[in-house]
């Protein structure tokens, strides 16, 4: 069974910009969360998706938002981009079924921000 | 408030030998999960091993396992016969149920020697 796929794998902004970062998670699970992991404040918890609705939300400005679609892939977008968002993105999928809820990572997104 | 924490920073440990990464949690929730994750250099999280509260026996998956001391809040990762490949950032987490986030440790780089 394929693992969770993250593209693109790097990728450079300058100040301002906006980006997307997809994500596609392992067949048959329904959850999506993504992680912010900075060297400074380590991972950090953005947000979750489930059926295509937002079920949890982290600490981050608005400038942060995502969604899912039917076939459970997600997209986080990214406005207004600032230095301090360079960092690797990480996104998880989980199969959301009795008390194990393991989340599997996909092997991120590096974003530099210039 | 939920934490994760994790008090060594670095560690060096000869091949072969076994190595205990601490791992301390802090939450009044009855119900939680306890894991841990490898991350290489190359950024992608690789989940190692699961424990839920309620669990009787110590969760073990090949080389490793989870000393899970609940009274004292304590969920250790014990790698048997360390390896090269061992080499990575190790991170403690958990969650408080199947709908909540995964809170981080700060993590611990180990280095194998060989």
């Known amino acids: 069974k394929a693992g969770v796929t993250q593209t693109p794998r790097y990728l450079i902004k300058t100040r301002g910009q906006q980006v997307t970062l997809s994500c596609s998670p392992i067949s048959g699970h329904r959850s999506v969360s993504w992680y912010q992991q900075t060297p400074g404040q380590g991972l950090q918890f953005l947000f979750e998706y489930f059926s295509e609705t937002q079920r949890n939300k982290g600490n981050f400005p608005g400038r942060f938002s995502g969604r899912q679609f039917s076939n459970s892939r997600s997209e986080m977008n990214v406005s207004t981009l600032e230095l301090g968002d360079s960092a690797l993105y990480l996104c998880?999928?989980?199969?959301?079924?009795?008390?194990?809820?393991?989340?599997?990572f996909g092997p991120g997104t590096r974003l530099t921000v210039l | 408030a939920q934490k994760i924490t994790q008090t060594q920073p670095g560690m060096f440990v000869q091949e072969k030998e076994a190595v205990t990464l601490d791992c301390t949690y802090d939450t009044s929730d009855p119900s939680y999960g306890l894991f841990w994750y490898k991350q290489p250099s190359s950024g992608e999280m690789i989940f190692l091993i699961y424990q839920g509260s309620y669990d009787q026996q110590n969760a073990t998956e090949g080389r490793y396992s989870l000393n899970f001391q609940k009274a004292r809040k304590s969920a250790n990762l014990v790698i048997s016969a360390s390896q090269l490949g061992d080499s990575a950032m190790y991170f403690c987490a958990m969650t408080l149920n199947r709908d909540d986030k995964i809170i981080f440790g700060k993590g611990t780089r180990l280095h194998i020697l060989p």
């Open positions: 998880a999928s989980s199969l959301v079924q009795g008390r194990t809820d393991t989340q599997y």
